[in-house]
Every structure is written in C-alpha cells, then in structure tokens.
C-alpha cells in the first residue's frame, strides 16, 4: 500500500512516460495480453494524438519519483478533434450547446494496489482535473471511460451521462460520459482540501 503521494504537473516533453505508463495500467487492469510490436503500435498512436493537445494540462501522482497515477484535461480548441469524436463519432458541440466551454479529460489511471486510502489519488486527481474546467464557468467535461470506472465516478457523487454505446478500446468496453457543469460542482466542493496539494513540474 502506497502512502507517500505527491503531485505533480507534467510538462509536454514527457508525454511518451505518460502514454506509457496509462497503456500498462490499462492492461494490467484489464488482463488483456497483448504482442510488444502492438503495444508499440498502440503508443505511437496515443503519442501522436496526445501531442496535438499543446493546451492540456497533465497531473500526475508519484510515489517514491515513479508514477502511480495520471489525468490529462484540456478546453477544446475549433481546430481540435477529441477522441470522443473520433471513436464514437458524437458531435459535442451539439450536446454541449452553443458557447458552452467544452473540456476533455483522458489518460486517467491508476496503480492497481495504489490507492487504498478511500480512493484518495482517484479524487485527487479528478479535482485537479475538474478545477481547471471551472475556470470558464458553464464547462462540458467529456470523456471515455469503462464501466467500473463510471461505476467509481458516480459513488463519489459526480454525474456522469453515457451518451453512447461502448466499444472495445485500450482493453476495455469503454463508454462515452459527459459530465455537466452542475453534474461536479458539489463534487468540488467537497473536495476543496485536496487542492492543498503542492504541484511541481515533473522531472524538470
């Protein structure tokens, strides 16, 4: 059990151990074997897709100088295709409303056997991302996720709306959720104190 967290942001030039580090979580988790020349496959992708996000912001837990946790959220520019477009093919201007902010949180995970103390790197995490979404009041937060984890996002009392069939996606059945701006301020709210944390900048 892990106890000694600290958190970080992380800077751009480190989205290859991100990738990393949230492509063996996912299959850790989910059991799924998969060849090296796939999941090298898998990372050149992720990699790619991930550098297109110049506006993101990236927090990570760490235990001891090695990740145990990560979520990544930025506001949508016009140009930017977000991967709930892209794999499940929804318009989220449409659902979001004209002018409303729309967000995107991805590469969430965490190390299995990490986080014991009441979900406590989960929420801390999710704070730090959902924060950054409040700085436009009205933000749309979208996302993927699978069903254990939605599961997770709604006992810590975020509402959270499926908007979609899932599919088969980084070992997983995963789900397309959006998170309303009412839907996880109360969330925040009761999780101001974790906001104490002091962040750096990871390994620079």
Not at 117 to 131: D, E, P, S, W
Not at 143 to 149: F, G, I, Q
Request: proline share 2%; net charge neutral; charged share 25%.
């Amino acid at each position: 059990m892990i106890y000694d967290i600290e958190y970080y942001t992380m800077c751009h030039e480190k989205i290859d151990e991100l990738i990393h580090f949230v492509i063996n979580e996912n299959h850790l988790h989910h059991r799924e074997v998969l060849k090296a020349e796939d999941i090298n496959s898998v990372r050149q992708i992720l990699c790619a897709e991930e550098k297109q996000y110049f506006n993101s912001h990236i927090f990570v837990a760490t235990s001891n100088n090695i990740i145990c946790g990560s979520i990544r959220i930025f506001q949508k520019t016009a140009t930017q295709i977000l991967p709930i477009e892209k794999n499940f093919n929804i318009n989220v201007e449409d659902l979001a409303g004209a002018g409303i902010p729309i967000y995107h949180i991805g590469r969430f995970a965490v190390s299995k056997g990490a986080d014991k103390r009441g979900f406590r790197i989960f929420k801390t995490l999710m704070v730090l991302a959902l924060n950054v979404a409040t700085r436009e009041k009205g933000g749309t937060v979208f996302a993927e996720c699978d069903v254990k984890l939605l599961r997770t996002i709604r006992l810590l009392g975020i509402e959270a709306e499926a908007i979609g069939a899932p599919i088969h996606y980084l070992g997983s059945e995963t789900i397309p959720i959006r998170l309303p701006w009412t839907g996880y301020q109360s969330f925040l709210n009761r999780n101001r104190d974790l906001l104490r944390n002091e962040l750096g900048i990871f390994w620079q």
